[in-house]
């Protein structure tokens, strides 16, 4: 590659190379401790919340950098719910989890309604949200914590230690199913990217470098490759990684190739324009609201399970942790810009660095200096770099 070629690839895929770089560091520092199997399986259960909340937080800030603050509380709302119904109540389970799914929607509605058609600023609306929800989780649960004991909900969310997909070839060594999923989403990755440019430079758009979508793709790959290698050497694919994809593809596929997804993007680049062109942009702020509701639930469902219980404490600082996760990812603090693979990476550098300065022993206060500065060394690169683009 040429040297524009490697500038432009630089310049395209900053966050990854920044996290590529960190990983290396904390290897180093760890003696590679945080890269073992069993860390790579952590840094998954730790942060399947943040992955799904930072999504969802994504729709909110395209719309023009607004926010929700109310996702821990609804999370923790959402747990204490669902836990008093399946341990104290004796609902069903699937019953539990359908009730949460449409509480979590319902509130999600009702703060939308506020936001979109009485024009109450966002800000305003998640925080008067942030303080009710996490209120009525400690009236659900009177102050106490309730053990969750049923099985099934703990396993399909990823909290029990039969939480893995199960190797269908029988290995005890090592897990083959997961190292062909690894092969199968590198293969399909690879026919993504190659077909996605071809039919960009049929139609004329801009397309970049071929060199550089190389580059991408090769780095990606193994990327992938080490991954799913990691996770078959210790217990394979866990369902939380399973939730955590299902939604990154399904939010991926909307923002990306739908004419839904295009609307955020409208509303966060000229809300005007965008009005005057017949886009009704009060329904795009109510759906962005509403879905940050419905993915607050799975993931206050994700955090019970991984616990094992449901306590008033729970999802506090989780809308710090997602919003960072955005605007570190790409995402800008004006909207209209960022993408859905921009904030799993910019979830993921968060995780290891958490994951990093832990195994290191650093003081819990220290970190979130250091997560303070990383947040504040995004937002700046993105203000700085709009100001020179302008």
């Not at 821990?72 to 341990?87: D, K, N, P, R, Y």
């Not at 990823?158 to 083959?176: Q, R, V």
């Not at 139609?203 to 090769?218: C, D, N, P, Q, R």
């Not at 993408?339 to 968060?350: D, R």
Request: charged share 10%.
């Amino acid at each position: 590659m040429n040297k524009e070629t490697i500038m432009e690839f630089v310049k395209k895929y900053t966050m990854i190379i920044v996290l590529l770089l960190v990983t290396a560091f904390f290897a180093w520092k760890t003696g590679g401790k945080i890269l073992l199997p069993q860390n790579i399986n952590n840094l998954i259960a730790q942060n399947a919340y943040v992955f799904v909340l930072a999504t969802g937080m994504l729709l909110c800030i395209l719309t023009g950098g607004n926010i929700d603050l109310s996702v821990g509380s609804i999370v923790c709302f959402v747990g204490a719910v669902g836990a008093t119904l399946m341990e104290n109540k004796g609902v069903n389970v699937w019953v539990s989890i359908l009730i949460m799914l449409l509480v979590g929607l319902a509130i999600g509605a009702w703060q939308g309604f506020w936001i979109a058609f009485v024009h109450v600023p966002p800000f305003i609306t998640t925080l008067a949200g942030m303080l009710a929800f996490r209120g009525l989780s400690n009236v659900v649960l009177d102050g106490m914590t309730i053990s969750i004991k049923n099985e099934t909900f703990i396993n399909l969310f990823g909290g029990g230690a039969d939480c893995y997909i199960a190797d269908i070839f029988g290995n005890a060594s090592i897990n083959l199913t997961c190292l062909l999923a690894g092969v199968l989403a590198v293969v399909i990755f690879v026919i993504v990217q190659l077909k996605g440019y071809m039919t960009k430079k049929s139609k004329g758009y801009e397309t970049g470098s071929f060199g550089a979508l190389i580059g991408k793709t090769v780095v990606l790959s193994a990327v992938i490759l080490w991954f799913a290698y990691s996770l078959a050497k210790y217990k394979g694919i866990p369902t939380a990684l399973v939730w955590v994809l299902v939604i990154v593809l399904i939010y991926g596929y909307i923002t990306s190739m739908t004419t839904t997804g295009r609307y955020f993007y409208a509303v966060g680049g000229n809300e005007k324009a965008t009005k005057l062109s017949g886009i009704n942009t009060k329904n795009v702020y109510f759906l962005a609201y509403a879905n940050m509701g419905l993915l607050s639930a799975l993931a206050g469902m994700l955090t019970i399970a991984r616990m094992t219980s449901a306590q008033p404490t729970y999802g506090q600082n989780y809308e710090m942790d997602a919003i960072g996760s955005c605007f570190i990812g790409g995402a800008s603090a004006y909207g209209g810009t960022g993408t859905v693979p921009g904030v799993i990476v910019g979830a993921v550098l968060m995780g290891v660095i958490n994951l990093g300065m832990s195994i290191m022993g650093v003081d819990a206060n220290y970190q979130k200096v250091v997560k303070g500065l990383v947040l504040l060394a995004a937002v700046i690169f993105d203000v700085v770099s709009k100001k020179k683009s302008e």
